[in-house]
């Protein structure tokens, strides 16, 4: 791969796009890269995090707008295309295991869209976050119409979008789009920090809340939802050990980095 990097350590798979000259914009290559290592990720079972990051200081600065303009492309052409980009969207939102975004410098566009498929954004006091489409007469993609509400609010989503203006670290954590500020020498030992712990996690119970907290319907439906899922978890071999290592007083499997 030339413009990501992509690696399975101890149950913890690191995507990092890597693409200086375009600031690691999301051009058709990069994006068929990140397609495949999606790929593994959903489909190896020793994989239980995967990590989200972006090479020398930038996230990732949006779509290629070179490529954008001489695409040359008609209106079925560009639907195609956003399909296409659908595709690895879908499975990466839908992942049932957790995704940890690492935020330094710019995630503007689609790069935006790409840090918002997180489950935890982390950021450095320099990263910085738009949804910069209107600037140039377009409508936000990369999955933000679904997401960026389900994190700001549908008034503050609109005000985003239509505004187009940049938010700062320190606003990104206020509105919830940032779960912690780090320095940038601490960011990727803190997001990995994170991912390693859900090794010792139940990959059943982490699944289940995963797409719990994405569905969509009244109380009713919530609840029965609940009561399906924890039967489920009550039978693993996880649940079974986690309590008897509490009954014990062992250390639990899994315990959230301090």
């Not at 914009?25 to 989200?52: C, F, K, S, W």
């Not at 500020?181 to 995963?210: C, D, N, W, Y």
Request: proline share 5%; hydrophobic share 50%; glycine share 8%.
């Amino acid at each position: 791969m030339e413009r990501i990097d992509f690696e399975v350590r101890d149950g913890v798979a690191t995507l990092t796009l890597k693409d200086p000259k375009t600031r690691n914009a999301l051009g058709p290559a990069m994006r068929e890269e990140i397609a495949e290592a999606v790929h593994v990720v959903a489909t190896d079972r020793g994989i239980r995090a995967l990590v989200l990051t972006g090479a020398d200081g930038h996230f990732c600065s949006g779509g290629d707008l070179r490529n954008i303009a001489s695409a040359g492309l008609d209106n079925q052409g560009w639907r195609e295309r956003l399909g296409d980009l659908h595709r690895w969207l879908r499975d990466l939102i839908g992942l049932d295991k957790p995704v940890i975004a690492a935020v330094d410098g710019a995630a503007f566009g689609a790069g935006f869209g790409l840090a918002l498929t997180a489950d935890f954004l982390l950021a450095t006091p320099r990263a910085r976050f738009c949804v910069s489409f209107l600037k140039v007469g377009l409508v936000p993609d990369c999955g933000i119409f679904h997401t960026l509400p389900r994190v700001v609010g549908v008034q503050r989503a609109k005000e985003l979008m239509l505004s187009a203006r940049e938010v700062g670290a320190e606003e990104a954590l206020r509105l919830g789009i940032a779960m912690e500020i780090h320095p940038p020498e601490a960011l990727a030992q803190r997001a990995h920090a994170i991912a390693r712990t859900f090794v010792g996690a139940s990959p059943m119970a982490v699944s289940l809340i995963k797409r719990a907290v994405a569905a969509d319907g009244d109380l009713a439906t919530a609840l029965e939802l609940e009561a399906n899922a924890q039967a489920l978890a009550m039978g693993t071999a996880h649940n079974r050990e986690a309590v008897e290592a509490f009954l014990e007083k062992r250390p639990a499997p899994f315990r959230w980095p301090t």
